[in-house]
């Protein structure tokens, strides 16, 4: 076996028990930043590091939060949770999701997501089209009676490379080229109630950011924090929270804020559900083999 190959396996590994510690811990009332500390601190636990913050998306909210620091925020009652993990062993990433639900009625919402997620994996080979693969996600979850959401997609993985490439629609009519042999994907079907938009828009929140390019800045401060996320983190994503650990100095605020004006560091909006209906995704990263996909998570 390839040494990447046994890394993406074990970062796999990894991150189906961060996914097992997020069903034993999270119930309802449970504050949100106590989960996101807790698997993370666990990837390192167990030989890893976070890809990326854990995500967690209660109801409408159903792309890139994570908890900022001193977070109050709780899981709800008669709510449906995402949970969106991240771990990667020297740059290996596994990317998975799953959904908990707090209210009897959104079980078959959950199932639709899972559903168009095995199928659409099912159909992943050399040779097929990504749109092929969208078509069925599309049909397995308007099959149980929904709508996926039609603005997000999965996504290539490459080393370091959360988003890299080809994309994995979770609708039809969306061309995007042809799966490859020994290409890493993420697949993500997310999946909303009839009603819905079945599209996500910008929210006013942003707690995830990533490296984007280097700037010659005034604060020695300023180039200091930067080269600390560059080492760290290179392109993968991180939380505000974990720099306000570790960076305690009463200007930080001012000194990351200057990261972001000056372009080094992006910002990702929290994304949610336009129409503020609720959401499950499911997520598993998955590589391309001769006749088929291996699921690593
Ligand atoms: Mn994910
Ligand atoms: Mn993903």
């Not at 990837?43 to 890809?51: I, Q, S, T």
């Not at 959950?110 to 599309?138: C, F, R, T, W, Y």
């Not at 969306?174 to 020994?182: A, F, L, V």
Request: net charge neutral; aromatic share 8%.
């Amino acid at each position: 076996m390839s040494e990447a190959l046994s890394k993406y396996l074990e970062a796999g590994r990894i991150a189906v028990k961060l996914k097992e510690e997020a069903k034993k811990i999270a119930k309802i009332n449970v504050l949100l930043v106590d989960i996101c500390e807790r698997l993370e601190f666990l990837a390192f636990e167990l030989g890893a590091k976070p890809a990326f913050p854990v995500n967690i998306g209660v109801n409408e909210i159903t792309a890139h939060f994570t908890s900022p620091a001193n977070d109050v925020r709780k899981i709800p009652e008669n709510s449906i949770v995402k949970f969106d993990i991240g771990v990667h062993i020297e740059g290996y990433i596994a990317d998975t999701a799953m959904t908990l639900s707090f209210n009897q009625d959104y079980q078959d919402l959950i199932i639709s997501a899972q559903d168009a997620l095995q199928n659409g994996i099912n159909a992943m080979k050399p040779g097929v089209k990504v749109s092929h693969v969208g078509a069925i996600i599309e049909k397995a979850i308007t099959r149980f009676g929904y709508r996926p959401i039609r603005n997000l997609m999965g996504h290539r993985i490459e080393r370091f490379n959360l988003h890299t490439g080809k994309s994995i629609p979770n609708i039809s009519g969306i061309e995007g080229g042809t799966i490859e042999e020994g290409e890493i994907y993420a697949v993500e079907p997310f999946s909303t109630l009839q009603d819905a938009a079945g599209m996500v828009r910008d929210s006013n929140e942003t707690v995830i950011f990533r490296y984007h390019k280097d700037r010659r800045l005034k604060s020695q401060d300023a180039m200091a924090l930067l080269e600390y996320i560059k080492k760290e983190h290179r392109f993968l994503p991180f939380a505000s929270r974990w720099l306000r650990s570790k960076f305690s100095y009463p200007s930080f605020d001012n000194i990351f804020e200057q990261l972001i004006k000056s372009r080094c560091i992006i910002p990702y909006r929290v994304l949610v559900e336009a129409s503020g209906l609720p959401v499950s995704q499911a997520e598993h990263t998955v590589i391309v083999e001769k006749d088929g996909c291996r699921i690593i998570t």
